[in-house]
């Protein structure tokens, strides 16, 4: 069974930093595509980014372009998203997704706040 762990999740003041951290446990991760995924209160998830298998290709939602960076270890098992000059919009549960030949894989979701 995959189970994902994400951390890293807290409360921050706009313009500020973060790392988050996802795990991937019982799967060959090497062979997963990877993503980032975002809940606002009261609005539909959206995809804030995602990573192909080897981590050779990347996309962003325009949103974060330029200011998030995603990226994945092979080695540790574990995708990262950078988080830099975060805004109060940015404000959301982020949820780790793991797929592969249709089925999806989906992390609990830590919260990140950002406001002042």
């Known amino acids: 069974q995959v189970q994902l762990v994400e951390s890293g999740g807290g409360l921050l003041q706009p313009g500020g930093s973060l790392r988050l951290s996802c795990a991937a446990y019982?799967?060959?991760?090497?062979?997963?595509?990877m993503a980032w995924y975002r809940q606002a209160p009261e609005k539909e998830r959206e995809l804030v980014a995602r990573?192909?298998?080897?981590?050779?290709?990347?996309n962003y939602a325009d949103s974060v372009k330029d200011r998030f960076t995603i990226s994945r270890d092979n080695a540790k098992n574990t995708m990262y998203l950078q988080m830099n000059s975060l805004k109060p919009e940015d404000t959301a549960v982020y949820y780790c997704?793991?797929?592969?030949?249709?089925?999806?894989?989906w992390g609990k979701g830590p919260l990140v706040t950002v406001s002042s």
């Open positions: 997704n793991a797929g592969i030949r249709g089925l999806n894989y």
């Open positions: 019982g799967c060959t991760f090497s062979n997963y595509g």
């Open positions: 990573i192909s298998s080897t981590g050779g290709r990347t």
